[in-house]
């Protein structure tokens, strides 16, 4: 079992950064892979960027566009994805979530393969 627990968020203006902290407890995380999503009212969760246990990164380039980051300290159990350049159109609920997907070299990029989700953390963004 892996528990996972947000912190971060908040509200910026157009152009500023946030920093989005994702701490699991639980044995072996550093063998589970981490996917961040999104998600607006009444939408589906969708894929912003995953990182694998090897560190491998994956994005959602259409929405990212180099503006993102995700990183992990399996030292801390903690994931992060640093958000800079920020728009509007990035206001939604953040989520994290972990899976145990063995050997597979990157994070799988649906919500339904991901067992175990953090909270939630709202990102509002105004021009």
């Known amino acids: 079992q892996v528990q996972l627990v947000q912190s971060g968020g908040g509200a910026v203006h157009t152009g500023g950064s946030l920093k989005l902290s994702c701490v699991a407890s639980g044995r072996d995380f550093g063998r589970y892979a981490v996917g961040w999503f999104r998600q607006g009212s009444g939408n589906q969760r969708k894929f912003v960027g995953g990182i694998s246990y090897r560190k491998q990164l994956t994005y959602d380039e259409d929405s990212v566009k180099d503006r993102f980051t995700i990183s992990r300290d399996n030292a801390k159990n903690t994931v992060y994805l640093e958000m800079n350049s920020l728009e509007p159109s990035d206001t939604d609920v953040y989520y994290c979530?972990?899976?145990?997907?063995?050997?597979?070299?990157?994070?799988?990029?649906?919500?339904?393969?991901?067992?175990?989700w953090g909270q939630g953390t709202q990102v509002t963004v105004s021009s």
């Open positions: 979530a972990a899976a145990d997907v063995g050997v597979a070299p990157v994070a799988p990029d649906e919500a339904y393969e991901y067992p175990y």
